[in-house]
């Protein structure tokens, strides 16, 4: 079993920015997905980012984050990193990362391991 702990979250202005962490332990693993999900209150959990851990590291968003928000990891220190700019009060959610045995996936169900989410606020 990999643990997952996120962090990085806060209250930030519009426009602002933000870089969240994931740190993941136990289980090593190296290949598949890490991504990273949001969920605004009374809203289902949406996808955000996700990068292939191994290899190439190829990266993919979600239209509406794409050109503010980056992804990326450092295999050698088992993190992943979301990097959000151009922050707006719309990106206001628990963020979570989560692993995927798959390549590329982006649907919460492909997902074996959660973070318990980190608290993101934007301000007007």
């Known amino acids: 079993q990999v643990q997952l702990v996120e962090s990085g979250g806060g209250l930030v202005q519009a426009g602002g920015s933000l870089r969240l962490s994931c740190a993941a332990s136990g289980r090593t693993f190296s290949s598949g997905t890490m991504a990273w999900f949001r969920q605004a209150p009374g809203k289902e959990r949406e996808f955000v980012a996700g990068?292939?851990?191994?290899?190439?590291?190829?990266?993919f968003y979600a239209d509406s984050v794409k050109g503010r928000i980056t992804i990326s990891r450092d295999t050698a220190k088992n993190t992943g990193y979301l990097q959000m700019n151009s922050l707006n009060p719309e990106d206001t959610a628990v963020y979570f990362c989560?692993?995927?045995?798959?390549?590329?996936?982006?649907?919460?169900?492909?997902?074996?391991?959660w973070g318990q989410g980190t608290q993101v606020t934007v301000s007007s």
């Open positions: 990068i292939i851990w191994s290899g190439s590291g190829r990266t």
């Open positions: 989560a692993l995927s045995y798959t390549d590329g996936s982006r649907w919460t169900s492909d997902f074996h391991s």
